[in-house]
């Protein structure tokens, strides 16, 4: 097994979780929607743009400070929401708070996440966003606006990407379900991976530790999320509700999951104060724009009206460079942590975070800027598609 400290980037992360997950459990991480286009096209839409720098500038200090929906972070990456972590890492969700928090970065918790509210609330004073789907029972939905604000989550986050769940073909090959149902193909999955067999046998199989009993039930009984999500979902949600949330929230509100300039206004016509550009890192429609590709019109929509963030396929610090070149206020992202939990715990997502960082750190530095507000639509160029993209990751 690879150690940590040998792992000098998120993809040596990606291939020490590789090594430490069970097939199944890593392919639920690593998988897209369908033929995964969009979840190819997300990294790749990165390589179509190149930076220009500034020569002969001062960075004899480099400050990555910024603010993202009025708060303070340290560097402009978020913690995207991912539902059931303590699947890849007993940890789970409280390891990435905490080190979110250690690292100065905003942590948005999944309302699908296997610790609850009022545990991740009561942990850190670091930042942490409360993320919420629409549910058909709409009381469910008042009642997680209240206990997010009760246990001192700064704001919300509203993903309508799911109407209802993706194609994860890759999942119904595996025969992916939560909780985990044994197989003969997957008892020798399990078998192969003793350490994380250990501590899931150990510490007891993740569930929702969010939901009502009579929901947890109900996810229990249809077995794979899929079900669960396309049972309780509520595939009639219009802007009507997502105002209605929004008024009903009072306080910085993003919506996550905007893919066009349309939207992107209509959003913050009706209050949002962020625009999440994403596709849900490519898990949900395939061949969704990916969001690089279509930030700058979503830019020019908002007209600095709101705060835009760029969610899916950010795995280098030229990465958030690029996205904050064209506009972005920040970074946000979901594998680059998951793949670092997943190979160790609290250490792993630290280390995912400050892979992160150096990288983001030594980028200014050769672009020639000191300060985030420095780097600016001159540092960036687009080079279109010359050569299909690899089609195995
Ligand atoms: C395992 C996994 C679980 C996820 N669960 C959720 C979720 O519960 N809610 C949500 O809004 N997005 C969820 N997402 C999507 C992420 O929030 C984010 O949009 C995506 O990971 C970004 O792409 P990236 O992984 O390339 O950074 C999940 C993603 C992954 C990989």
């Known amino acids: 097994m690879r150690k940590l400290a040998n792992c000098h980037d998120i993809d ?10 069970p097939k199944t459990i890593f392919d639920f991480l690593d998988g897209g929607a369908d033929d ?4 190819r096209h997300n990294r790749y839409s990165f390589d179509q743009y190149t930076l220009v720098p500034d020569a002969l500038t001062d960075v004899s200090k480099i400050n990555m400070s910024t603010e993202v929906m009025g708060q303070k972070v340290s560097f402009p990456f978020i913690l995207s929401p991912t539902g059931m972590s303590r699947i890849f890492h007993h940890e789970g969700e409280k390891a990435v708070a905490r080190a979110a928090a250690k690292a100065g970065l905003i942590y948005s918790l999944s309302s699908n996440s296997s610790v609850s509210i009022e545990e991740i609330g009561h942990l850190t004073t670091g930042p942490k966003w409360f993320q919420i789907y629409v549910w058909k029972d709409r009381s469910l939905v008042k009642s997680f606006i209240s206990r ?12 309508i990407d799911v109407q209802v769940y993706g194609n994860r073909q890759r999942d119904l090959y595996n025969g992916m379900a939560t909780p985990i149902q044994l197989t003969p193909k997957l008892v020798l999955d399990l078998a192969r991976h003793p350490n994380w067999l250990f501590h899931m046998l150990s510490k007891g199989q993740p569930n929702l530790a969010n939901l009502p009993s009579e929901l ?10 899929a079900k669960y999500i396309n049972s309780q979902f509520d595939r009639s949600v219009t802007w009507k ?7 009903e929230w009072g306080g910085p509100f993003a919506i996550k999951g905007i893919l066009n300039a349309q939207d992107a206004a209509r959003a913050v016509k009706i209050g949002a104060t962020g ?3 994403s596709n849900h890192g490519g898990r949900q429609l395939d061949h969704a724009a990916s969001p690089m590709s279509v930030l700058p019109e979503i830019v020019d929509a908002v007209g600095g009206r709101a705060d835009i963030i760029v969610d899916g396929g950010i795995r280098r610090g030229t990465d958030i460079v690029k996205a904050i070149a064209l506009g972005a206020k920040s970074g946000m992202g979901g594998r680059p942590y998951l793949y670092g939990l997943s190979a160790g715990g609290f ?3 630290s280390r995912a975070m400050n892979i992160i960082s150096d990288e983001l750190n030594r980028d200014m530095s050769l672009l020639g800027v000191d300060k985030i507000d420095k780097i600016g639509a001159r540092h960036i160029r687009h080079r279109p598609e010359q050569r299909p ?5």
């Open 12 to 21: 040596d992360l990606r291939k020490a979780a590789k090594k430490r997950l």
């Open 36 to 39: 995964e286009v969009s979840l």
């Open 148 to 159: 997010a604000r009760e246990a001192n989550f700064q704001a919300l986050c509203l993903t």
């Open 216 to 225: 947890g039930s109900v996810s229990k009984r249809v077995g794979s999320r």
């Open 241 to 247: 509700d997502a105002e209605w949330m929004i008024k």
């Open 275 to 277: 625009i999440i550009v």
């Open 389 to 393: 993209y690899p089609q195995n990751l």
């Open 347 to 349: 250490t792993g997502v």
